[in-house]
């Protein structure tokens, strides 16, 4: 199953490659136009978008949600949804003025993606779940702190959706 957001990337690399036909291009500069332009960054967001969008659905119970984020719970803890965006937001930052380090003094950048990657996730959900559904806050930090990850969490929408 394809989401929209795949969906509208395959439409503008069809466009794209449409566009390179229509103005006399070859079949192979069409091709590659299509290409690019499905896979260009958005689709790279796209799929970032999608994989939270799982992760949510998943709940706070759910095995790889609790694996990925209760160390981060358990080592900087915030009682209030503002102070868990600010802490990631913080750790966010100094992992990348990190990278940005390393990349000046040696050219490149030896960390592991999986760190950002990591908060990158956890801002967009903590954002996610103040737009939609802030007063869950304390039942979702519950579940990731749980000792195991037996009881799902599910979001509810405070208009009972």
Do not use: N, Q
């Not at 003025?97 to 996730?121: F, K, Q, T, Y």
């Amino acid at each position: 199953m394809t989401s929209l957001r795949a969906e509208r990337d395959l439409a503008r690399g069809r466009r794209a490659g449409a566009r390179v036909r229509a103005s006399g291009g070859s079949a192979v500069a069409a091709a590659c136009a299509h290409i690019e332009a499905t896979f260009a960054p958005p689709m790279r967001h796209s799929i970032f978008k999608d994989r939270i969008a799982a992760l949510i659905a998943g709940g706070a119970g759910h095995a790889e949600a609790w694996t990925r984020y209760r160390r981060l719970a358990e080592h900087h803890p915030a009682t209030t949804l503002d102070g868990a965006i600010a802490v990631v937001e913080r750790l966010r930052r100094v992992e990348l003025e990190a990278r940005a380090a390393a990349i000046r003094a040696w050219g490149h950048c030896s960390r592991l993606r999986l760190a950002l990657m990591i908060l990158d996730e956890l801002r967009l959900i903590l954002r996610v779940v103040r737009r939609h559904a802030p007063s869950c806050f304390g039942e979702l930090l519950a579940a990731i702190l749980a000792t195991e990850p037996d009881r799902p969490f599910t979001a509810r929408h405070p208009a009972g959706k």
